[in-house]
């Protein structure tokens, strides 16, 4: 049976009962995950999933249904259920559904993939992190070392009334290690390349080879040993550099956020809240200084981020969007049919969805601030700095529910003094309101410097899905920030 006869099934039932437009999702994905825990196996799981989703209008108002038994019987059950639900949906609907017009296309795409992961086994894997993991713990002072790896494969076929038929497969591959140091009433962490798991990408196993994970352990374990040496983050209204996987966190909480158009327009509120950004300061708010340009691109060039695709889950290409172009907000991650709203005539391409029992919403791409035009390398930036503080690897974020007012901390801090990296600070963090910090950015490294970092945890909508985002960052310099110690360990 082929996925075209499953999708026939599907928008010939939904069709006839009246739906003025139906699209199917058929996902096969599959995952492996793994984690050590001083020397253990703290986890291991392997799971697959197969599925459809279907997504109808009827009288302009949605209806979504789903199952995982594609027998023709299940299949056309679950389109009649999703005109069901679209049916009782337009009786209560606020305003009519419109989507605007996108070509019906025919589409084979696959991701960028050297080694397909799961051709490595669990055996091998665990080999590699238990290395790592000794590493972590053959430094003196490190009491908790972790480590962990994932992988997933997401093959997906989308159908709709209008013609389009695109099947896209990528692959996903993260992993990180983590130290901890407890003394006496104070625990420290250092993370490696990144918190939160480490660093997720569009790519196959030879991610893990890049990662250099055991060549690293040993300097991340002696830096969370160290900083129970090292003196608090001192206080006050300073220079702030920061490390680019620092400023990617400071891009999706700040930035990436707030320009969803469904929070935007208050259709989506769970989790993150609404948005600070409304309407009337679309190409009117001067949202950072003239060197902050940020965009959401989806498309293979801009790199192998968690938020690249060929087309999106309504079947519309992706594209590249400037979001603020030399410090102007310019755009807003949009779908078909929230466009409109914003006087757009297409679709940006940013509607996912977690998975085949899910409804597509709207996501960050890969939302990244571009790098400098003229050369500067980390070491330059630093030797430009007359004093400050360098922050890297985030701890902690606290943003208000309109992405306005935050606090972020981040594992490790250094003093910059006459152009050099002085002494290590042990619990940094800084403050600040979204439009005042963008425009405090008075330098950025070039492109040498910039990584295009994975978020593989960003939740959204209810029930909860989890997507994979990117942004790419490089070192930049932030003028008069409040810096402080958020955490008042013992000094």
Same mark, same amino acid.
């Given at each position: 049976?082929?996925?075209?006869?499953?999708?026939?099934?599907?928008?010939?039932?939904?069709?006839?009962?009246?739906?003025?437009?139906?699209?199917?999702?058929?996902?096969?994905?599959?995952?492996?995950?793994?984690?050590?825990?001083?020397?253990?196996?703290?986890?291991?799981?392997?799971?697959?999933?197969?599925?459809?989703?279907?997504?109808?209008?009827?009288?302009?108002?949605?209806?979504?249904?789903?199952?995982?038994?594609?027998?023709?019987?299940?299949?056309?059950?679950?389109?009649?259920?999703?005109?069901?639900?679209?049916?009782?949906?337009?009786?209560?609907?606020?305003?009519?559904?419109?989507?605007?017009?996108?070509? #019906?296309?025919?589409?084979?795409?696959?991701?960028?993939?050297?080694?397909?992961?799961?051709?490595?086994?669990?055996?091998?894997?665990?080999?590699?992190?238990?290395?790592?993991?000794?590493?972590?713990?053959?430094?003196?002072?490190?009491?908790?070392?972790?480590?962990?790896?994932?992988?997933?494969?997401? @093959?997906?076929?989308?159908?709709?009334?209008?013609?389009?038929?695109?099947?896209?497969?990528?692959?996903?591959?993260?992993?990180?290690?983590?130290?901890?140091?407890?003394?006496?009433?104070?625990?420290?962490?250092?993370?490696?390349?990144?918190?939160?798991?480490?660093?997720?990408?569009?790519?196959?196993?030879?991610?893990?080879?890049?990662?250099?994970?055991?060549?690293?352990?040993?300097?991340?374990? @002696?830096? #969370?040993?160290?900083?129970?040496?090292?003196?608090?983050?001192?206080? %006050?209204?300073?220079?702030?550099?920061?490390?680019?996987?620092?400023?990617?966190?400071?891009?999706?909480?700040?930035?990436?956020?707030?320009?969803?158009?469904?929070?935007?327009?208050?259709?989506?509120?769970?989790?993150?809240?609404?948005?600070?950004?409304?309407?009337?300061?679309?190409?009117?708010?001067?949202?950072?200084?003239?060197?902050?340009?940020?965009?959401?691109?989806?498309?293979?060039?801009?790199?192998?981020?968690?938020?690249?695709? #060929?087309?999106?889950?309504?079947?519309?290409?992706?594209?590249?969007?400037?979001?603020?172009?030399?410090?102007?907000?310019?755009?807003?991650?949009? !779908?078909?049919?929230?466009?409109?709203?914003? %006087?757009?005539?297409?679709?940006?391409?940013?509607?996912?969805?977690?998975?085949?029992?899910?409804?597509?919403?709207?996501?960050?791409?890969?939302?990244?601030?571009?790098?400098?035009?003229?050369?500067?390398?980390?070491?330059?930036?630093?030797?430009?700095?007359?004093?400050?503080?360098?922050?890297?690897?985030?701890? !902690?974020?606290?943003?208000?529910?309109?992405?306005?007012?935050?606090?972020? %901390?981040?594992?490790?801090?250094?003093?910059?003094?006459?152009?050099?990296? %002085?002494?290590?600070?042990?619990?940094?963090?800084?403050?600040?309101?979204?439009?005042?910090?963008?425009?405090?950015?008075?330098?950025?490294?070039?492109?040498?410097?910039?990584?295009?970092?994975?978020?593989?945890?960003?939740?959204?909508?209810?029930?909860?899905?989890?997507?994979?985002?990117?942004?790419?960052?490089?070192?930049?310099?932030?003028?008069?920030?409040?810096?402080?110690?958020?955490?008042?360990? !013992? !000094?």
């Amino acid at each position: 049976m082929s996925m075209k006869q499953i999708s026939d099934w599907a928008l010939n039932t939904a069709t006839q009962r009246g739906a003025g437009y139906a699209d199917v999702r058929i996902v096969d994905d599959r995952h492996r995950s793994l984690a050590t825990k001083n020397g253990k196996v703290a986890h291991a799981d392997s799971s697959e999933s197969l599925g459809v989703g279907i997504r109808v209008l009827v009288n302009d108002a949605w209806g979504f249904a789903s199952t995982d038994d594609l027998s023709r019987e299940a299949v056309e059950r679950a389109a009649a259920q999703a005109v069901e639900i679209a049916r009782a949906s337009a009786r209560v609907k606020e305003q009519p559904v419109k989507l605007v017009p996108e070509p #019906a296309v025919k589409v084979e795409w696959a991701g960028p993939c050297k080694i397909d992961p799961f051709t490595t086994s669990v055996e091998q894997n665990l080999d590699l992190l238990t290395k790592v993991d000794a590493e972590l713990l053959a430094v003196p002072g490190v009491t908790l070392a972790e480590t962990n790896l994932h992988f997933r494969r997401h @093959e997906q076929w989308f159908y709709s009334s209008e013609g389009s038929d695109i099947h896209q497969t990528r692959y996903i591959s993260g992993a990180g290690l983590v130290a901890y140091s407890f003394q006496g009433t104070e625990i420290q962490k250092r993370s490696y390349p990144n918190s939160f798991g480490g660093q997720y990408q569009n790519k196959g196993y030879e991610l893990l080879d890049e990662l250099k994970l055991l060549e690293n352990a040993r300097r991340i374990g @002696e830096q #969370a040993v160290a900083l129970h040496k090292a003196e608090q983050c001192p206080q %006050g209204t300073m220079t702030l550099v920061l490390d680019s996987s620092q400023l990617g966190l400071q891009i999706h909480e700040s930035i990436g956020h707030p320009i969803e158009l469904d929070r935007v327009l208050g259709m989506e509120a769970n989790f993150a809240g609404t948005s600070f950004l409304t309407l009337e300061k679309l190409r009117t708010l001067r949202y950072g200084s003239d060197i902050v340009n940020v965009v959401a691109d989806a498309t293979e060039q801009h790199g192998p981020g968690l938020g690249t695709f #060929a087309y999106d889950d309504e079947g519309v290409a992706a594209q590249c969007t400037p979001i603020i172009t030399n410090g102007l907000f310019t755009g807003y991650i949009s !779908s078909r049919e929230t466009a409109p709203a914003i %006087g757009e005539t297409r679709s940006n391409g940013t509607m996912r969805a977690e998975g085949w029992n899910r409804i597509p919403l709207i996501r960050m791409t890969n939302i990244s601030i571009l790098p400098g035009e003229k050369p500067l390398s980390f070491e330059q930036l630093i030797a430009d700095t007359d004093s400050g503080i360098y922050m890297q690897t985030n701890r !902690s974020w606290s943003i208000d529910d309109k992405r306005y007012n935050f606090q972020f %901390g981040t594992e490790i801090g250094w003093e910059i003094k006459g152009g050099k990296l %002085g002494r290590m600070f042990k619990n940094p963090s800084y403050s600040g309101i979204t439009t005042e910090f963008w425009n405090s950015m008075d330098a950025i490294c070039s492109r040498d410097h910039w990584t295009l970092w994975g978020t593989p945890n960003c939740g959204k909508g209810q029930p909860m899905q989890t997507m994979g985002t990117g942004h790419g960052a490089a070192p930049a310099r932030f003028r008069n920030i409040k810096i402080g110690t958020a955490y008042k360990g !013992s !000094s």
